[in-house]
């Protein structure tokens, strides 16, 4: 079952395209925006992350930081973020363990692959509380990126 709006996030620690551990905890004090995508090199994945990446001083304005999570290796991401220029972290949930916990993987995705992520996104705020939950069974829509930035300028 998907995470609620007012719950208390679930910590995690993944590693990044570099082979760091990147733990929530880390941005204590930060508004943070999870954003889970089914696959690096994919069409409606990449437009979202191009989004994001076009307007990521809209969001450190807000004090919010980016964190980008599929299923992909670190190596595949990182090859991602290089070919698209990513200015924010792409985090591999490869075991598949916080998008579980975050309630955003499909059991049975296209071509028959099971355990990839759902689009979703979720916005924690500076104590780590979930203040806006989106997850997306159909995979070719994106999150509502108006309406998280309007939670965020409420916040900050």
Known sequence: MALQ???KAPVF?????????VSLADYQGK????????LAFTNVCTAELCSIRDGLAEYQ????????????????LK????????NFSLLSDFNKEVSTAYGSIYELFSLGMRGV????????????V??????L?????????????EILSNLN
Not at 130 to 135: P, S, T, W
């Open 117 to 128: 992520s759902k689009r979703s996104a979720f916005l924690i705020d500076q104590d780590g």
């Open 61 to 76: 304005g807000l004090n919010t930081e980016i964190l980008a999570i599929s299923v992909d290796s670190p190596q595949t």
């Open 5 to 7: 709006t007012g719950e």
């Open 31 to 38: 508004n943070v925006l999870i954003l889970f995508f089914p």
């Open 13 to 21: 620690s993944l590693y990044n395209t570099d082979k760091e551990l």
């Open 130 to 135: 979930i203040q806006y939950a989106e997850v």
């Open 137 to 149: 069974e159909n995979a070719g829509e994106v999150p509502n990126f108006a309406a998280i930035k």
């Open 79 to 86: 090859q991602y973020k290089i070919s698209q220029e990513y």
